[in-house]
């Protein structure tokens, strides 16, 4: 097996990156490799009628924390509020120190157009704190760290303009670990808005049809990082 690696997934609210990237995640987790999941909100404003939006997040926090356990990982929530992630460069710089402080190898977050400005505002807060944490220059509490990426992954609700580059493999027991772990979160099964586990488990069936396995997930990359450099064709 190869080295061990470090893959940090990045969302504007918990369950966003479980969701899109989460076949990827597990299957790298039976691997061996860690996977860390950050929500720069809880997403606790799609509370459910039961629960208020402050109760809610509590539960949510309880649920990230499941998921990336049961990958053998660990998850990060910030504290800014559903809806109100702000576009700024303290939140930057924070998403920078965490980055510097876990060393991952691999960025996922969001592709740049999404319908949701939290979304949207975390493509822009992720790309700007890779740089940052991999400038020597800067001079923060723990030394520069380069991060690859970012992947971006497919999400329904980012699908402007996205075109899937990478194919990548979800192996049939990383397919039945995410089926589990994505039952911690209850929006995932519960929502009345949108079926996610169903669109979710279906479209890694659709993508792996597509890269001729039996499931797979997509994700965007910048044109920079398309480009092809051979010796002669």
Known sequence: MESKRVIMAIGGHIGDMELTAGGTLATMA????????????????????????????????????????????????????????PNNEWVRYQLCDVIRHYKPDVLITHWSHSMHK?????????????????????????????AAGPYYAENWEDSDHFKPYVYSVVSEDGFKLWQKAIDYHWFALNSTSFRYKDYYSNLKGVRGAEARVRYAEAFELDPMQKRVIKQGL
């Open 118 to 146: 939290d979304h949207a505002n975390t493509h822009k807060i992720v790309k700007d704190a890779q740089f940052l944490a991999g400038l020597p220059a800067l001079n923060r509490e723990e030394k520069a760290h380069f």
């Open 30 to 85: 039976l691997e061996g490799h860690h996977i860390i999941t950050v929500a720069l909100t809880a997403g606790e404003r799609g509370n459910p009628a039961h629960l208020t939006d402050q109760e809610y997040r509590v539960q949510k926090i309880e649920e990230a924390t499941k998921f990336a356990k049961r990958l053998g990982g660990e998850a990060i929530v910030f504290d800014y509020l559903d809806g109100e992630l």
